[in-house]
T-cell receptor, first 113, second 109 residues
């Protein structure tokens, strides 16, 4: 158990819908990262937050947004869902902002039908 | 971030040492080498990291060449549970970890 909690574990929704994925980092970790893993793309970095502020952005679509709340949990919002958004979404947390080990949650498996 | 090159797949006999190579010839002086692994669709798991000295922990050893252009992750006594995709990452930018394709290690009985 990494100490990072992601909910829900599985989500099935229709195209065009909007969903929210939630991540609770390990106690004391200030950094949260989001990754997308689909079969043909590998692990893609989406976005990083540190202590409530956005710190780095990767290949995140405009239809996706994220935030980190004062209690340090984070949410990833996916809207206008397409079939191609079906993937595993992982959240990771780390103590510091730079050069440290990250702990990953077990992921949310999103299926868009 | 420096790019890394890893073999796409490797086999290892159970109980033997697994030596996973990584080439990072464009690494810069302040970039660390990280290793993670992912066991079938689970969240990636941190293994070890280093800057220029060799490192060892309860999971593995990391050997970095003197010129830092390559490294080897060593699992001293591989078990079936070590079957996974192993990722070598070099990083110095705000902790963001960029994953490549990794090496798929199959440990066979």
């Amino acid at each position: 158990d990494s100490g990072v909690t992601q909910t829900p574990k599985h989500l099935i929704t229709a195209t065009g819908q909007r969903v929210t994925l939630r991540c609770s980092p390990r106690s004391g970790d200030l950094s949260v990262y989001w990754y997308q893993q689909s079969l043909d793309q590998g692990l893609q970095f989406l976005i990083q937050y540190y202590n409530g502020e956005e710190r780095a952005k990767g290949n995140i679509l405009e239809r996706f947004s994220a935030q980190q709340f004062p209690d340090l949990h984070s949410e990833l919002n996916l809207s206008s869902l397409e079939l191609g958004d079906s993937a595993l979404y992982f959240c990771a947390s780390a103590r510091e902002q730079t050069n440290t080990e990250a702990f990953f949650g077990q992921g949310t498996r999103l299926t868009v039908v | 971030d420096a790019k890394t090159t890893q073999p796409p797949s490797m086999d290892c006999a159970e109980g033997r040492a697994a030596n996973l190579p990584c080439n990072h010839s464009t690494i810069s002086g302040n970039e660390y080498v990280y290793w993670y692994r992912q066991i079938h669709s689970q969240g990636p798991q941190y293994i070890i990291h280093g800057l220029k000295n060799n490192e060892t922990n309860e999971m593995a050893s990391l050997i970095i060449t003197e010129d830092r252009k390559s490294s080897t992750l060593i699992l001293p006594h591989a078990t079936l549970r070590d079957t996974a995709v192993y990722y070598c990452i070099v990083n110095n930018q705000g902790g963001k970890l960029i994953f490549g394709q990794g090496t798929e290690l199959s440990v066979k009985p």
